[in-house]
């Protein structure tokens, strides 16, 4: 399943614009805002799709039922991008699990890339719901790495991915290796520059979170 947020009339889109837009992108608290509220959106709609249960609560002049999700929640994240995106989705699921992982482009002079991957913290994912957010799905390569690492601490019984922007080859990519993954998106993009850049996208969302970054 496929949910895109752009798809919608919503206030979720102001944000997306706003995420966009290379003047409102110099404020760097504004933008780790935004992700942080499209993250908080994408959990509400995400949790229409978990299982839930009935619960009894004690008021102060009786008793109240209410229907909340029944299943443990797992929140992973890559790092550095993900964090404003998953402080978004760990407001609304506030007792979930969290896990972080490190997962970067390490750069060739040819113009090339490889994903590397230095630091996992994971807590035991066995019959959990697995929420993994990364704000820029381009290739899909990330997601894959970083799912296929998570696989020894355990089998979820439910895969969401949520992302604010998605390359369309990026997303076809996930999707044919994980058939099973929910896919929770901002909006779409169709176009990837050779360099495997989301465009339009809205450039790099670790760096216009907390600032450029040396990198070889």
Same mark, same amino acid.
């Given at each position: 399943?496929?949910? &895109?947020?752009?798809?919608?009339?919503?206030?979720?889109?102001?944000?997306?614009?706003?995420?966009?837009d290379i003047h409102v992108q110099k404020d760097r608290m504004r933008f780790r805002r935004n992700l942080e509220r499209v993250g908080e959106i994408l959990a509400y709609e995400l949790s229409? #799709?978990?299982?839930?249960?009935?619960?009894?609560?004690?008021?102060?002049?009786?008793? =109240?039922? =209410?229907?909340?999700?029944?299943? #443990?929640?797992?929140?992973?994240?890559?790092? #550095?991008?993900?964090?404003?995106?998953?402080?978004?989705?760990? &407001?609304? $699921?506030? !007792?979930?699990? &969290?896990? $972080?992982?490190?997962?970067? #482009?390490?750069?060739?002079?040819?113009?090339?890339?490889?994903?590397?991957?230095?630091?996992?913290?994971?807590?035991?994912?066995?019959?959990?719901?697995?929420?993994?957010?990364?704000?820029?799905? =381009?290739?899909?390569?990330?997601?894959?790495?970083?799912? !296929?690492?998570?696989?020894?601490?355990?089998?979820?019984k439910a895969i969401h991915i949520v992302t604010a922007i998605a390359a369309t080859a990026g997303l076809n990519h996930v999707r044919r290796l994980h058939r099973k993954a929910h896919i929770?998106?901002? =909006?779409?993009?169709?176009?990837?520059?050779?360099?495997?850049?989301?465009?339009?996208?809205?450039?790099?969302?670790?760096?216009?979170?907390?600032?450029?970054?040396? !990198?070889?």
């Amino acid at each position: 399943m496929i949910f &895109n947020l752009s798809k919608q009339a919503n206030i979720g889109n102001q944000f997306l614009a706003e995420l966009r837009d290379i003047h409102v992108q110099k404020d760097r608290m504004r933008f780790r805002r935004n992700l942080e509220r499209v993250g908080e959106i994408l959990a509400y709609e995400l949790s229409k #799709r978990l299982e839930h249960k009935v619960i009894e609560v004690e008021t102060p002049l009786g008793t =109240a039922t =209410a229907n909340v999700p029944a299943d #443990r929640i797992v929140l992973a994240s890559i790092l #550095r991008a993900g964090l404003p995106l998953h402080q978004g989705l760990l &407001n609304y $699921f506030d !007792q979930a699990d &969290n896990a $972080f992982i490190s997962a970067y #482009r390490k750069h060739h002079k040819d113009g090339t890339f490889e994903i590397n991957l230095e630091y996992v913290s994971c807590p035991d994912l066995n019959d959990c719901v697995l929420i993994l957010c990364d704000p820029m799905l =381009a290739t899909g390569a990330s997601i894959d790495i970083t799912l !296929q690492e998570l696989s020894p601490f355990g089998t979820p019984k439910a895969i969401h991915i949520v992302t604010a922007i998605a390359a369309t080859a990026g997303l076809n990519h996930v999707r044919r290796l994980h058939r099973k993954a929910h896919i929770w998106l901002g =909006a779409e993009d169709e176009e990837l520059t050779a360099k495997s850049y989301i465009v339009p996208g809205l450039g790099d969302a670790g760096d216009l979170s907390f600032g450029p970054k040396l !990198q070889e």
